[in-house]
């Protein structure tokens, strides 16, 4: 079955520094996508990024980087310069199948991200 | 602006009664979702529906009932069959059925059963 793990509940990172958050995950399906969002305290969830099980290069959108790492099934999402905003919880999230049929995504338990000045 | 609306935003309901959440989109979505999130729990997907007049249970159904007669709509009721109804949902939506397209959430509804 698939599965999504967060290991870390909590991380502190200083202001302007890098951090990364943890995922690995687990599934049989050789086509698969992984997804990073942010839900700070109002509650809406933000997508930030996305990798397919076949891409051959580490997704990046501006300061977020997704080190995908096939072999270890980790998909570790890496902030970089880190601003105050930052300061929210982040869940993986895997698609399960070939993204046609149901596209449901299961998620993590979620890392709290705390930046401090 | 398009995007994803939920309503109410906080609810409050007495054991034993029925509530339903609202959630419409005008983003052209032709995916829909219900997920619940519990404290220091990942989200769970209740409902998802495809097209207009279908829909499908996710891993935790039970207690809950949707429709989709609109496009842009996909309410969730709570029943009273639900046994731990307290919780924060989510409503969410996707275009297409291609290999990415991430879903796109509302702000969610904060039920609590008093």
């Known amino acids: 079955a698939q599965k999504i793990t967060q290991t870390q509940p909590g991380m502190f990172v200083q202001e302007k520094e890098a951090v990364t958050l943890d995922c690995t995950y687990d599934t049989s399906d050789p086509s698969y996508g992984l997804f990073w969002y942010k839900q700070p305290s109002s509650g809406e969830m933000i997508f930030l990024i996305y990798q397919g099980s076949y891409d051959q290069q580490n997704a990046t959108e501006g300061r977020y980087s997704l080190n995908f790492q096939k072999a270890r099934k980790s998909a570790n999402l890496v902030i970089s310069a880190s601003q105050l905003g930052d300061s929210a919880m982040y869940f993986c999230a895997m698609r399960e199948g070939h993204g046609g049929a149901t596209n449901k995504l299961i998620f993590g338990t979620g890392t709290l991200l705390a930046v401090q000045p | 602006d398009g995007g994803i609306t939920q309503s109410p935003k906080y609810l409050f309901r007495k054991e034993g009664q029925n509530v339903t959440l609202s959630c419409e989109q005008n983003l052209n979505h032709d995916a829909m979702y219900w997920y619940r999130q519990d404290p220091g729990q990942g989200l769970r997907l209740i409902y998802y529906s495809q097209i207009v007049n279908d829909f499908q249970k996710g891993d935790i159904a039970e207690g809950y009932s949707v429709s989709r007669e609109k496009k842009e709509s996909f309410p969730l009721t709570v029943t009273s069959a639900q046994k731990n109804p307290t919780a924060f949902y989510l409503c969410?939506?996707?275009f297409g059925s291609g290999e990415a397209g991430e879903l796109f959430f509302g702000e969610g509804s904060r039920l609590t059963v008093l």
């Open positions: 969410a939506s996707r």
